[in-house]
Structure formats: C-alpha cells, structure tokens
C-alpha cells in the first residue's frame, strides 16, 4: 500500500530565531519513499542537517520575525502488515542485554523509575515475564489513562499521568516505558505518523502520534497502550528516550503556534 503523509505548521516569531527541528521521517523507512520529504519553509531560509545521538535526523534553521511555516508532502510504500505480535517473546536478563539498550532501563525526563518501582513489582512481579508482561502493562495503562486532547500537557510525566489517570499518546508512552523499565525491559519512545488505516470511522483529528518500542529477545518490538491493538501503517520519525529526546521542534525564543495540519492517508 502507499501512504501520503507530511504536514504544515505555522509560527509567529517576533524576532529571528534559531530552531532546531525533528520532524524527517527516520532513516530506517528512507528506502520506503518513494520521493523525499524534503523540508520546505516560507519564507525559504538555509537549512543544515544532522543525526543527534539517537540516529535521528535533526535540521537547524534560524526563523525570520513574522509568519513562517515549515510543511512537508510525500509518499511512503508500506507492507500494509499490521504492528507485529510475538506472543513467545522472552525477556532477556539484564546481564545479558545488548549495552545498546542499557540506557532504556534508566529513569529519564519524563519516565521517573524511582517512583514507580514498588508500584511495577506489585503489579507485574508474580505474573508472566516477556511478551506477557510488558502486554500487562499496556493493558493497565489502557484501562488507566482516560484519552482526551483536552487533557494534553506538555509538562506531564508519568508518574503524573499514573496519579491524574489522564492524558493523550505520549502520557500512555510515558507511563508503560516507566513501567517496563521498572521491571527491567528496556523500553525507548517513539513519534511518528499514524493514520486511520484498518479502523472504523468515525475519525479523530490527525495529529502526530507517540508509541513506544519494548527490547524483548534479541530485537526491539513496537507496543502502543494507546490504542492497545496491533495498527497498520504506522511510519516513525523519531526514538529516543523520551519525548524531551524526540520534541518535533525546539524554538529558542518567544513564538505562537499559528497553524497546525498533519496527514497520513492511504492512497486509493
């Protein structure tokens, strides 16, 4: 199947100001584009390029005052193949994981493992290890976290998500990484487009989408608490270990957001 997705946002600026942005589809999917997702800004202005510690492909521009909008439009192939499941996925000792993954097993910005740890053992310690486990803990943050964009904060962690019980994809993200790091799963998070593909209307406003990816066997395997069903055509951006790591922009300066659009629709 072939996908179009890209995007346009708006910011006003008051003054020129550097940005740094991640919003390129990750590398790993280039080979799936069948054009590139250029970045286009108006007014045009120079732009540099780089790969951050995560891999992820970043782009630093300085935004003139006034309107200015960043956009993108392309055309991915995708398998069509739904996100897979590996129910006899086992979970590898800590002494035995890749030192790739160690840092997913650390407390980070957004993931407190300190103050969720009594909490995972409780919940999670006596029952299935593997697959199981961290599909337990999707299925809690499932049932936990109450959806709503009236809920979004920017601002919320997982522990906060864990107490308020509500919260959009990334507080889902937040909270089952934390949880799967407490029982000592690595777990890292993701953002990208994810579009309607394979589900029943009526349809919600596109948006941005965070999952994340838990570090079972020998390879990582993506989980979403959010919609806790395997998705088609889901496309990453970017992982990291927390949404901090992956922020789809970093202005450094004032700004308003002026517009905000994003597709991902299956092209007929």
Same mark, same amino acid.
């Given at each position: 199947?072939?996908?179009?997705?890209?995007? $346009?946002?708006?910011?006003?600026?008051?003054?020129?100001?550097?940005?740094?942005?991640?919003?390129?589809?990750?590398?790993?999917?280039?080979?799936?584009?069948?054009?590139?997702?250029? %970045?286009?800004?108006?007014?045009?202005?120079?732009?540099?390029?780089?790969?951050?510690?995560?891999?992820?492909?970043?782009?630093?521009?300085?935004?003139?005052?006034?309107?200015?909008?960043?956009?993108?439009?392309? +055309?991915?192939?995708?398998? #069509?193949?739904?996100?897979? +499941?590996?129910?006899?996925?086992?979970?590898?000792?800590? $002494?035995?994981?890749?030192?790739?993954?160690?840092?997913?097993?650390? #407390? *980070?910005?957004?993931?407190?493992?300190?103050?969720?740890?009594?909490?995972?053992?409780?919940?999670?310690?006596?029952?299935?290890?593997?697959?199981?486990?961290?599909?337990? +803990?999707?299925?809690?943050?499932?049932?936990?976290?109450?959806?709503?964009?009236?809920?979004?904060?920017?601002?919320? *962690?997982?522990?906060?998500?864990?107490?308020?019980?509500?919260?959009?994809?990334?507080?889902?993200?937040?909270?089952?990484?934390?949880?799967?790091?407490?029982?000592?799963?690595?777990?890292?998070?993701?953002?990208?487009?994810? #579009?309607?593909?394979?589900?029943?209307?009526?349809?919600?406003?596109?948006?941005?989408?965070?999952?994340?990816?838990?570090?079972?066997?020998?390879?990582?395997?993506?989980?979403?608490?959010?919609?806790? +069903?395997?998705?088609?055509?889901?496309? %990453?951006?970017?992982? #990291?270990?927390?949404?901090?790591?992956?922020?789809?922009? *970093?202005?450094?300066?004032?700004?308003?957001?002026?517009?905000?659009?994003?597709?991902?629709?299956?092209?007929?």
């Amino acid at each position: 199947m072939k996908i179009q997705l890209g995007f $346009e946002i708006a910011y006003l600026f008051p003054q020129p100001t550097p940005m740094i942005l991640t919003l390129s589809i990750h590398y790993s999917r280039a080979s799936d584009l069948l054009r590139p997702d250029h %970045l286009l800004t108006k007014p045009a202005v120079p732009t540099t390029a780089y790969r951050d510690l995560f891999g992820n492909w970043c782009t630093r521009l300085v935004a003139p005052a006034g309107r200015f909008v960043l956009s993108t439009d392309t +055309v991915i192939h995708d398998s #069509g193949a739904l996100d897979v +499941v590996a129910p006899s996925a086992p979970q590898t000792p800590v $002494e035995y994981l890749p030192e790739s993954t160690l840092l997913y097993l650390l #407390g *980070s910005r957004y993931c407190e493992t300190d103050l969720l740890s009594d909490f995972a053992w409780q919940r999670f310690g006596t029952g299935p290890t593997g697959w199981g486990r961290v599909q337990a +803990v999707c299925d809690f943050v499932h049932q936990h976290i109450e959806f709503g964009y009236q809920h979004a904060r920017r601002t919320r *962690s997982a522990f906060e998500a864990f107490k308020e019980g509500q919260g959009v994809c990334r507080d889902y993200a937040h909270l089952a990484i934390t949880l799967c790091r407490c029982l000592n799963i690595p777990a890292r998070y993701c953002t990208g487009y994810l #579009g309607d593909v394979g589900t029943l209307p009526p349809y919600g406003t596109m948006d941005f989408a965070g999952w994340f990816e838990a570090f079972l066997g020998d390879r990582w395997y993506t989980f979403d608490a959010r919609n806790n +069903v395997p998705r088609v055509g889901r496309v %990453l951006i970017a992982q #990291g270990r927390d949404a901090s790591d992956v922020a789809l922009s *970093s202005t450094f300066g004032p700004n308003e957001l002026d517009g905000f659009k994003v597709w991902c629709d299956e092209v007929q």
